[in-house]
């Protein structure tokens, strides 16, 4: 090589060097760009997601973006990874029918729950978060299955365990704008019910009636989030354990700090449930976040109906959403020590999400990719019954056993 040669391709590697030094623009490349962003939410223009090096997140307040950069990035550059806008959310809404006194566990049969608990396995053992509304914690189907810290003391105003926040004894709240609405949201509940009520104290049968739940509540009454509390939400979950979390909910903005905490939990060994979302499309073709991430520990979830078709409003995908599960007139609990009908992609997803949780109980040793891979090798496909996702199929846990036993001998 000729002296002119050595001497452009020392060019080159620092201009690349120069390229690819970090600076507030490079962490923040949303800032002056927001009108043109291609993802869909509303951004909070004075909140801000802030990933730092060590993987964690932080949400972050200022006046302006421009005073964020000067006051906030760039005295901490070095230690940023990445800063986006915080944005807003709502959640689909459901609508509940509430009855009492009896039971209707026509989706727990379909996928073969009792065969599998007719083996001793209930889920014991493992943690489930449900990133979502406002769960009720005192009612009494659900009160023996919270994950109980036992590094907090309940109700004394106090973080006993260091962790940031106060008396997180049943689980934590990130909601940060918490709406007008004094009246419980039902979708938290109802979600973690159907994943693991417990059958001894009232009609409601959990997929997993042992698995623990961890509630991480980040949607208020009204029905609205924001991306920030959400992962917020995400990265507590990981922090107290859970093996699955559960994401009934969807209209996220593509924006990558949501990739970033899904990678993170993935890279934890988190298996994430995602609701495919009940818009009646294709999100191939039409994305939504972050039913449409497709990372290798998340499954995305459609809906099934009581006659095991695909319903009509349930989100689709050959590529993106992986398998159905029944999401039509699904009973489960609410708050008030109630129980009610709902339907959607989010009653779907936590059929999943309890499948996984026996699956777990049954393999302790057995991956998150172990999990996922044998719950979609082992769906139902039935003549004229095929679903519009990636395995065609519905679930069966009674199936996906025998499989991950072959997985995990």
Not at 223 to 231: E, K, N, P, T, Y
Not at 264 to 285: C, F, S
Request: hydrophobic fraction near 40%.
């Amino acid at each position: 090589m000729d002296v002119q040669k050595i001497l452009s391709a020392v060019a080159c590697v620092f201009v690349l060097a120069a390229c690819s030094k970090k600076s507030a623009e490079t962490v923040f490349p949303e800032n002056g760009a927001l009108d043109s962003s291609a993802c869909r939410g509303q951004a909070i223009e004075n909140k801000f997601i802030v990933q730092w090096e060590d993987g964690s997140f932080t949400t972050e307040t200022a006046a302006s973006a421009d005073e964020f950069k000067e006051t906030f990035i760039k005295p901490q550059l070095e230690n940023i990874r990445h800063v986006d806008y915080d944005r807003v959310i709502q959640l689909q809404t459901s609508n509940e029918v509430r009855t009492s006194g009896f039971t209707d566990s026509w989706g727990q049969q379909r996928i073969g729950t009792p065969s599998v608990w007719g083996q001793g396995i209930y889920g014991q053992g493992v943690k489930v978060a449900v990133v979502d509304a406002y769960v009720d914690v005192s009612h009494p189907q659900l009160l023996p299955r919270i994950a109980v810290n036992t590094g907090e003391i309940p109700n004394n105003g106090k973080d006993d365990d260091g962790n940031g926040l106060v008396d997180d004894y049943y689980g934590a709240a990130f909601v940060s704008q918490p709406g007008s609405n004094q009246t419980p949201s039902s979708h938290g509940s109802h979600v973690a019910g159907i994943i693991a009520a417990d059958s001894r104290y009232g009609s409601v049968e959990g997929v997993a009636p042992q698995a623990q739940i961890i509630p991480a509540q980040f949607i208020s009454n009204d029905g609205g989030g924001s991306l920030g509390d959400a992962v917020l939400a995400l990265q507590y979950s990981a922090k107290r354990g859970a093996k699955i979390i559960n994401a009934s909910w969807g209209g996220a903005p593509c924006v990558a700090s949501l990739r970033n905490a899904f990678s993170e939990l993935q890279r934890q060994g988190i298996l994430v449930v995602v609701a495919a979302g009940n818009d009646g499309r294709d999100v191939d073709v039409y994305p939504e976040f972050p039913a449409s991430f497709n990372m290798s520990n998340q499954i995305t979830v459609a809906a099934a109906s009581v006659s095991d078709f695909m319903t009509s409003w349930s989100n689709r995908g050959f590529n993106l959403v992986h398998v159905a599960a029944p999401g039509e007139r699904i009973l489960s609990t609410v708050p008030g020590n109630s129980i009610a009908y709902m339907e959607g992609t989010s009653m779907a997803a936590p059929f999943v999400s309890g499948t996984a949780a026996l699956l777990w109980s049954a393999k302790p040793e057995a991956t998150a990719s172990q999990i996922k891979e044998a719950i979609l090798r082992s769906v139902d496909v039935e003549a004229g019954h095929e679903f519009k996702v990636n395995t065609r199929g519905r679930i069966n846990v009674e199936k996906a056993l025998t499989t991950l036993r072959q997985l995990v001998p």
